[in-house]
């Protein structure tokens, strides 16, 4: 399982969970230096235009379950009558109910994704954001980052494809809440899509950096923690010598633990200190360095 066959995406295997980023988080990290205050700031503005969608959503599911149930009905009477007009009677109500349950399916689908295989992002039915614009414009491209989610029975990674997010409601994919995202279909189905979709932790380093010139305050954004300070310092720590190379989960995990240790020790009287998975991909960083010097004196 890769990400993107072009050089500049991250290339996966499965079992490496630790970088499986929610795209909800992506947002809220490209939204803001704070992601309590990213997820904040995207969900009013996934507020203030989710309720005709969601009225929408559950008409849907209602008239849906409502033809299925009476279809059921009818197949029990099909079953139990004789060969009779009767039975034609329940034949035909069959067929109806069946319809009638799939008809709201359809009518969702041709919504969302046209009646057609789209070509282009369709327009959208609400305002727009830049940054949700920014993030699905990643998604959207040939050579993008590939998003992708985790089986619930092979709990192996499973790419979307990219025109999941041509959607006319592609918004609600980022989503933090699970209802939201249960209003876009599956592209090309119509099956629900699942708990999370993903992003591997590189990709979404990578779109940071790039969006990081598009944020306010000037040319990039504003340093609030010393992350290079701490990096500096945890170079020279007697501790890295005890790593075990062999095993990147644990060792990206104790580097981390350390950061933590540094930001702590250092906070100033107000305590505040970075989230931890702000954390990890410095250590990721260290462990690269240490890696690739292991490996060079090795030769």
């Not at 909800?24 to 704070?34: E, F, P, T």
Request: hydrophobic share 40%; charged share 25%; glycine share 6%.
């Amino acid at each position: 399982m890769t990400g993107s066959p072009g050089e500049r995406w991250k290339v996966f295997a499965d079992g490496d969970d630790i970088d499986d980023v929610p795209l909800w988080k992506v947002l809220a990290n490209i939204r803001a230096d704070d992601q309590d205050e990213g997820l904040s700031l995207n969900a009013a503005f996934l507020k203030g235009i989710k309720p005709r969608f969601s009225r929408s959503y559950n008409l849907a599911i209602g008239i849906s379950s409502i033809f299925g149930f009476l279809a059921l009905f009818s197949l029990i009477g099909l079953a139990a009558a004789n060969r009779s007009e009767s039975s034609d009677f329940f034949y035909y109500c069959t067929l109806l109910m069946l319809a009638g349950t799939i008809a709201p399916y359809l009518w969702r689908r041709a919504y969302q994704y046209g009646l057609a295989v789209p070509d282009a992002p369709l327009g959208l039915p609400h305002p727009s954001d830049p940054l949700f614009e920014e993030v699905l414009g990643h998604l959207q491209k040939v050579d993008g980052p590939r998003a992708y989610y985790i089986s619930r029975f092979s709990k192996k990674r499973i790419a979307l494809n990219r025109r999941q997010f041509f959607g006319r409601l592609r918004y609600f994919l980022l989503s933090e809440q699970g209802d939201d995202r249960a209003i876009v279909m599956r592209f090309p189905t119509a099956m629900s899509l699942p708990a999370d979709l993903y992003l591997h932790r590189e990709d979404m380093e990578r779109m940071l950096a790039m969006s990081a010139p598009k944020r306010s305050g000037g040319p990039g954004r504003n340093v609030k923690y010393a992350y290079v300070e701490a990096a500096f310092d945890l170079r020279a720590d007697p501790r890295l010598a005890t790593l075990d190379l062999n095993n990147e989960a644990a060792a990206v995990r104790s580097l981390t633990d350390w950061f933590d240790e540094w930001f702590d020790s250092a906070a100033n009287v107000s305590g505040d200190i970075p989230k931890r998975d702000r954390l990890t991909p410095y250590a990721r960083k260290i462990y690269a360095h240490l890696k690739k010097s292991t490996f060079s004196d090795d030769r």
